[in-house]
């Protein structure tokens, strides 16, 4: 069921309404039919395999609960009377020990879960289709039995409230991966329909579709035809040009879908967590990774970088590189080996193939050395005069990070390593931009694309542009527009619907999203 | 406090961990510094600072460090 389909708008509609009514009805049960669109939409999709979710989110409710008791009661027997320090002590760590293998058991439980589905049961050669989301709400029911453990929050009596929270239909096609501290105000109230979150959601939802299916629909039949298995034939250029469609192709499916996710979600009074801060004007690939699946990232940061960098060898390595070699040796290792676990790490959330490795990989090792270099570059700056903070070098370092950015596609898209690395070479040493620009005009004469096409794709692209320049300002292209005249307004959004509308007669098919795959 | 103000300059000499009250708002402590001092706490105070508690709030100050200690320490 895709956001197009008329089953998806049936599906939205008929909930919308039963949600509105209920609300009237009985404000304090009006989440019942949140859950009951949640359960319905999973079914819809994955039928018998929505045992998958309840199963982590009965898991993670009764373990939570376990862990927090254990807590109180822990607490309640280090307050009896005459106990001397170090009994209270005894009695603190070995409830601590306790507690900690609970939570690696349940945290444990859910992570084998994914694996066992995405992992090990297609290297096996036995696939089953992945329950929908499932690679999302795991790491979402692992967040919340994590804070539980660390006193973020109580945990929630309710089971329901807690498989709510885990199978909340908008967030299962592609993200984002929620928090339960963000989402359950919003999810378990009661909500009216208010005219400008109403306004807020549909603009929000076109603009949202425009990026979807007049950029990233558009550009996939010249991604596909440019980067695939055969690449390593091509000349650099039309790779190179392939990866930069890529670029734009990748950046519209993601975050439009997540628009149109959260314009969804907004119609039932849930505010989502955001995913995307304008990533391409990143002046770094550390920093792209901040505004680029920020839910993703954050959820890597808080669940594994953290934990890691603070465990007692990791700390103690630090502490004796530091000592020997000085505190920028010690930093570096120690976050270098951090972050490459970590990217190694995002590149297997997207699939078991060796290539989405390597992709991790080679954003890890970038991130890790430009931090162990970041002393030679800052030389490097004062012997040539340059000024780091400048604009010509905030300039630079965008451009720098798109084009690693634009490189990652090689692994990101193609299939085999070994293409990928090919590409690479070719785009160094075999760029032929004349060979490039005879294939690209190949494209065209084969059908692959169309004139229309490009245009409709590179006109949304440049009002995507604007779009992104003006929030990376600090304006609201938003609320520029909602305070318009209403006849600039509606010319607004009718160029929007056409141009929708037009892609669609252009289009060679329509696409799902890329990261409902992962 | 004093043990605790060593195992700040052991992580970094070159700030005034004594009477800052902004070392995270003004940036002068870098996250991995914060990690870093994570662990050294951690170790020295034999304590578990969650991740959850890894906010600026904590941070900014070396007594607002002490008092997350102190917390922990009683819970």
Redesign the interface.
């Known amino acids: 069921m895709a956001f197009y389909s008329v089953a998806f708008f049936g599906f939205v509609l008929l909930f919308i309404i039963l949600h509105d009514l209920v609300g009237e009805i009985s404000p304090k049960n009006q989440w019942i039919v949140r859950l009951l669109a949640g359960l319905s939409f999973f079914v819809f999709l994955s039928g018998v395999r929505i045992v998958f979710v309840l199963v982590s989110a009965l898991s993670v409710w009764d373990g939570a609960r376990i862990i927090h008791k254990y807590d109180l009661k822990n607490?309640e027997m280090r307050k009896r009377e005459g106990l001397s320090k170090d009994e209270k002590?005894a009695i603190k760590e070995k409830g601590?020990r306790a507690k900690r293998t609970y939570l690696l058991s349940i945290a444990g439980f859910n992570l084998l879960l994914l694996i066992l589905v995405k992992y090990y049961l297609p290297v096996a050669n036995h696939p089953i289709a992945l329950p929908i989301g499932i690679s999302f709400y795991t790491l979402m029911a692992v967040s919340y039995i994590?804070?539980v453990?660390?006193?973020?929050y109580e945990p929630e009596g309710n089971f329901v409230k807690v498989l709510l929270y885990l199978c909340w239909f908008p967030q299962l096609i592609q993200g984002p991966i929620n928090r339960f501290d963000t989402v359950k105000d919003d999810l378990f109230s009661h909500h009216r329909l208010h005219a400008p979150d109403m306004r807020y959601a549909f603009y929000l939802f076109l603009f949202g579709a425009v990026k979807k299916y007049a950029i990233a629909d558009l550009l996939a039949p010249i991604v596909n035809a440019a980067l695939n298995n055969d690449s390593a034939a091509y000349p650099g250029s039309f790779a190179l040009f392939g990866a930069l469609m890529f670029a734009v192709q990748q950046y519209a499916d993601f975050s439009g879908g997540i628009d149109m996710s959260i314009a969804v979600s907004l119609l039932f009074g849930v505010k989502m967590n955001e995913n995307f801060r304008q990533p391409y004007f990143s002046t770094s690939l550390a920093q792209f990774w901040r505004r680029w699946h920020m839910t993703l990232g954050s959820w890597m940061r808080?669940?594994v970088f953290?934990?890691f960098?603070?465990?007692?060898p990791?700390?103690d390595l630090?502490?004796a590189v530091s000592k020997r070699f000085g505190?920028h040796a010690?930093?570096s290792l120690?976050?270098g080996i951090s972050n490459i676990l970590v990217f190694a790490l995002v590149g297997l959330w997207h699939g078991p193939e060796k290539h989405f490795l390597f992709w991790g990989l080679y954003n890890g090792i970038i991130i890790a050395a430009s931090d162990a270099l970041s002393p030679a570059f800052s030389k490097i700056n004062t012997l040539l005069h340059i000024d780091p903070d400048g604009k010509g070098m905030y300039v630079f370092r965008i451009v720098r990070t798109f084009l690693i950015i634009t490189f990652a596609g090689f692994f990101d898209v193609i299939g085999p390593v070994s293409v990928g690395i090919k590409c690479f070479i070719n785009t160094a040493f075999h760029f032929m931009p004349s060979v490039g620009a005879g294939m690209i005009a190949q494209l065209f004469a084969d059908g692959v694309t169309s004139v229309p096409a490009v245009v409709t794709a590179a006109v949304a692209t440049v009002i995507l542009i604007i779009n992104s320049v003006s929030k990376e300002r600090g304006r609201s292209p938003r609320e520029y527009v909602c305070a318009q005249k209403f006849y600039v307004r509606w010319i607004i959004c009718f160029s929007l619907i056409m141009i929708l509308l037009y892609s669609f007669t252009v289009s060679s098919g329509i696409r799902g999203f890329m990261y409902a795959a992962f | 406090m004093d043990e605790l103000l060593e195992l700040l300059k052991d992580v970094r000499d070159d700030v005034d961990f004594e009477n800052c009250e902004s070392l995270i708002d003004d940036g002068i402590l870098a996250s991995f510094d914060i990690l870093q001092i994570i662990a050294a706490i951690n170790e020295e105070f034999d304590v578990e600072i969650p991740a959850t508690s890894i906010i600026p709030a904590n941070f900014n100050s070396a007594k607002a460090m002490m008092a997350l200690i102190t917390k922990l320490q009683e819970d």
Do not use: C, E, F, H
């Not at chain 1, 453990?149 to 973020?152: F, I, N, P």
């Open positions: 607490k002590k601590q994590v804070d453990y660390g006193s973020k808080d669940y953290y934990p960098v603070t465990l007692k990791i700390a630090n502490k505190n010690g930093r120690i976050g």
